[in-house]
C-alpha cells in the first residue's frame, strides 16, 4: 500500500506507535492512528519527488476515509501483524530471559509509556483541524501543477483542435463524392468529456474560494493562484464550447441531395448545425439564427440575397446524440433582392457560379455564469436562378473543396489555383462512383487526361487550370470539358446505369484509338464509347473485313436522352439492323470488345417485352440504319433516327434525316 520510498521508515514507525493493548482501548487506539498519520505527513514532506509526495498524500486521505471513525480496527489489524511478527523472530533467536530483562517489561513502564503517548496525541489533535486545509491546498497545488503543465490545455491545443480541423477538411471531401463522413460522435464524446472536466475544475476552485474565506495564512498559495488559475479555465471552456459549434450537414437542396453547396433561388434547402458538447445547465431556449453574407464587404458579388422563410429556431436534444444540442433548418429559401432601375450595380469579372456567398449561424447563452457567443459558418454555396447553371455551380463546388481547406475564402475564384491531374482525376472518379455507381479505372482516367491535356501531357503531376477545365471549350468543339463530362454523368445515370455498371462501355476512347482496337478483331466485334461531338451522347462502332482484306469500321451516330428515353439502350443493341443497298436487314452487332457475344452480354438487360394489350397487334421498336454504297475508302457512319416513325414518315423525310424505323410484327406480315 505505501510506495516503495517511504516503506522502510513508515514500517519502523507502526512498530514503535503501536501497542497490543490499543486493540482492546478505544482512546489509546485513535491516539496511535493520530501519531500514524503524523508520521506518514513528516516522511511525506521529506520526499523529493512530486509525484511520489502526491501519491502518499493520496493514502493518507484512504486510511482517513476507512479508519478515521473506527480506529480500534486498525490497531487490531497492526497489532496482529506486530505480535505474529514477534513470534516468528523469537522463535528464531530468543533466549531465555533472566530476572533483570523480565523487570524491564513491568507494569510500570508500560503505564509511563501509555501517559507519553496519550499527552503527544492530545497536541497532535489539537493541529488536525488545520491540516485538512493544508491537504486541499496540495490538491490545489498538484492540480494546478497538471492542468498548467501539460494535461487539458495540451489536449485542446495538440489534439481536440487537429482532429476538428481534420473532421472539417474530411466533410469538404465528402462533400464532392469522396469517402463517407464519420467520427462526428467520436469527437462529440471527446469534446463533452473535456468539459465536464474543465467544468469540474472550475467547481473545485470555487469550493476553495469558500475555504479563503475561512481561514488562511501569510504566503498562502491559493489566494495567489486561484484568479490565474480561474482565468485560464474560463478561457478554455469559453473557447471549447465556441469550437464545438459545427455544420453538421452542409446546405444542400433535397431535388439535389448529391449535388450540396449549390442553392436555387426560389427553392427550399436544408442545413443542420450541432453543438458538440452536452452542456451541464442550460434552463432556457437556446435559439440559432440564420444569416445569408453576413459582413459581406461591397462590391463583392454582383448578387445580393437574403432569406425569404423564418431564419430562426431552437435547438432540440437529440436522442441519439447522448444528450447534445442541434437544429435543423429544413425550409430555409433564397430570394434576389431587387435593384433601383432594374440594373444589379457592381457587375464583376466573375460568372454567377464563381461568385461565393455563405450562410452563417449565430446564438447566444450563458452556462455557469459564462456567457458564450456561438458563430459558425457553411461552406462556400453558389447560388444559381436556373438549373441550366447547375453544371457550372458544381464545377465550382468541386474546385474549391479539391483545392483549400479555409472555410470562408469567398474571393477564391478571383485568382483560382491550378489542380494537378492526379488530384482532378481523382475527383472525376468520384463523380461517377457517385452518380453513376461505379468509378473510372485507370484506363479510362488515362483517355481522360489525354482528352483535356494531349496526348503527352496526362502525367500526374501536370497542372490544370481552372479556365481550361470550366471556362474554354474543347477545340473544334463549341463546349467545355466539364460541360462535355457533366452531360456524360447525366447520360448514364439516367439511360445507361445497367450497361455502365456492368462494366461494358469503353467510354473515353478516341475515334483512332477505337480503329486500333477493333481492327484485328473478328467480324461484328463493336465497343461502346461517348460521342466525343455531341454533348451526351453514346454510340457503337463494329468492324468488317472485306473479302479483299480491307478493314471496315461503321459508327452509329450518337444515341442522345432524346432517343434513348423511347428505347432502352440494350434493346437498342439486341435488335439493331441495317439495311444495305436492298439486303434483307441484319444486326451486325456478334461480339463485344473483346470477344463476348452480344446475348451472353446483354441478354440478362433486355427489358422491352411485346404488348399484350387486346385488341391491338403486338408492336415492337426497331432501331434500323440504312447503309448507302460509298465508293470512297473509308464508308460515312450509320445514321440512326429517332424512334418511333411510322412508315409514312419516313418516306417523307428519308432523304433528309436519320431515323429509326418503327416496324410491325404480327401474324399477317410476310
Known sequence: MLPQGGRKEACCSLAVIYRDTAANDESMAAVQFTNLLSQLERVRTQEQNFLQRHNM??????????????????????????????????SACM??????????????????????????????????AVKYIEDLQDDFDFRYKTLQSRDIDDLIASQLNPELQD??????????????LTGLEQLQSWFTLTAQSLFQIKRQLDKLGELVLKVTYESDPIPLQKPQMEERVKYLIYHLIKSSFVVEKQPCMPTHPQKPLIIKTGVQFTTKVRLLVKLPEVDYQLKVKTTFDKDLPPGRVSRQFFILTNNTKVMDIEDYSNGCLSVDFRHLQLKEKKYINGTKGNEGLLSVTEELHS?????????????????????????????SQLPGGWASVMWYNLLTDEPRNLAFFGNPPRASWSQLSEVLSWQFSTFAGRGLNKEQLTMLGEKLLGQHASCSDCQVSWSKFSKENIAGKPFSFWMWLDSILELIKKHLLPVWNENYIMGFVSKEMERTLLKDREPGTFLLRFS????????????????????????????????????????????YKVISDGVVPENPLKFLYPDIPKDEAFGRLYNSQPSKVHPYIPSTLIPISELRSNSSTTPPSCRSPEPPMTPGEFDMLNEQLCFDIDTMSSPYSE
Request: proline content about 4%; charged content about 25%; some cysteine.
Open 95 to 128: 533466549q531465555e530471559q533472566g530476572p533483570l530483562e523480565k523487570s524491564l517489561h513491568n507494569s510500570v513502564a508500560f503505564e509511563r509509556q501509555k501517559n507519553m503517548d496519550n499527552r503527544v496525541g492530545i497536541i497532535r489533535g489539537s493541529v488536525q
Open 57 to 90: 498524500k493520496i493514502i493518507q486521505q484512504q486510511l482517513q476515509v476507512k479508519y478515521a471513525t473506527n480506529p480500534a480496527l486498525m490497531a487490531r489489524v497492526i497489532s496482529t501483524c506486530l505480535r505474529e511478527e514477534r513470534r516468528i523472530l523469537s
Open 359 to 387: 450562410l452563417s449561424f449565430e446564438a447566444c447563452f450563458t452556462v455557469q455564469g459564462l456567457t458564450i457567443d456561438l458563430e459558425t459558418c457553411s461552406l462556400p454555396l453558389v447560388v444559381i436562378s436556373n438549373v
Open 532 to 575: 466525343e461531338s455531341h454533348l451526351g451522347g453514346i454510340t457503337f462502332t463494329w468492324v468488317e473485313h472485306k473479302d479483299n482484306g480491307d478493314v471496315k469500321f461503321n459508327s452509329v451516330e450518337p444515341y442522345t436522352k432524346s432517343r434513348l428515353s423511347a428505347l432502352p439502350f440494350a434493346d437498342i443493341i439486341r435488335d
Open 167 to 180: 473532421w472539417k477538411r474530411r466533410q469538404q471531401i465528402a462533400a464532392i463524392g469522396g469517402p463517407l
